[in-house]
């Protein structure tokens, strides 16, 4: 049952992991925004890499421009910043870990207050099975009113069942429903809950032989 947690977590993060590489950075003006937009259109790897992000690409092809838009064109802070984070959630994307937790935290000593690279990088710890470091950084990105704070409460609920905390994943989860009434993750691992105790109950009954 955790495993399927987790693995419901890793889809619902990265479904919303780069939506807009010029929406995702907090703290910057909004010339540096524009700027960075401007620059973007005329660097043809990084346009490549946010295309790639945009429609699910993750092939070596796809991570190619990503690295190449990292490493060698001239963007202003805002866009390298952003592609970065692209990049973090490809390499999420591609069950590297290690890698994308890099991405994110070279983001974070730059801009200490991007929510969304702290919830890239509790996703990055999950799938490293470090829950506890995972738990922390989740909420620090809801601290810093991430986007989307219902995929926050659901990832952070898979961390704190990975961390044996039932009631405190239960909470995330409800919580998650609570935010986006009907949302699909959410519901299948609430009603995974009420299965559980379901079926512990009628063991425990069977067990006592009480009718």
């Keep these: 049952m955790m495993q399927r ?18 929406a995702q950075l907090g703290g910057v003006s909004q010339r540096e925004r524009e700027t960075g937009a401007r620059t973007t ?5 990084a346009q490549a890499c946010m295309d ?3 429609s699910g690409n993750s092939t070596d092809e796809a991570m190619a421009f990503c690295n190449r838009a990292v490493e060698s064109e001239n963007l202003p802070r805002a866009t390298r910043l952003a592609i970065r984070i692209n ?5 999420l994307r591609r069950r590297e870990g290690e890698a994308a937790l890099a991405d994110f935290d070279a983001v974070i000593e730059v801009d200490r207050r991007n929510a969304q690279a702290h919830l890239n990088r509790g996703m990055a ?3 490293l099975s470090q829950p506890g470091p995972a738990v922390a950084a989740i909420t620090q990105s809801l601290s810093l009113g991430v986007d989307n704070p219902h995929i926050a409460y659901f990832n952070r609920g898979a961390a704190r069942e990975q961390l044996g905390d039932l009631r405190g994943a239960y909470e995330d989860y409800n919580t998650a429903l609570e935010i986006r009434p009907d949302w ?3 519901n299948q691992e609430l009603a995974r809950f009420v299965r559980g105790r379901r079926d512990t109950l009628a063991q425990t009954l069977s067990t006592t032989g009480t009718p």
């Design 5 to 22: 947690a987790l693995a419901a977590a890793f889809f619902a993060a990265l479904f919303v992991a780069a939506p807009n590489a010029h």
């Design 41 to 45: 259109v005329g660097a043809p790897n």
């Design 52 to 54: 790639a992000i945009a």
């Design 87 to 91: 990049r973090g959630a490809m390499h």
């Design 125 to 127: 710890l999950i799938m």
């Design 184 to 186: 699909g993750p959410a």
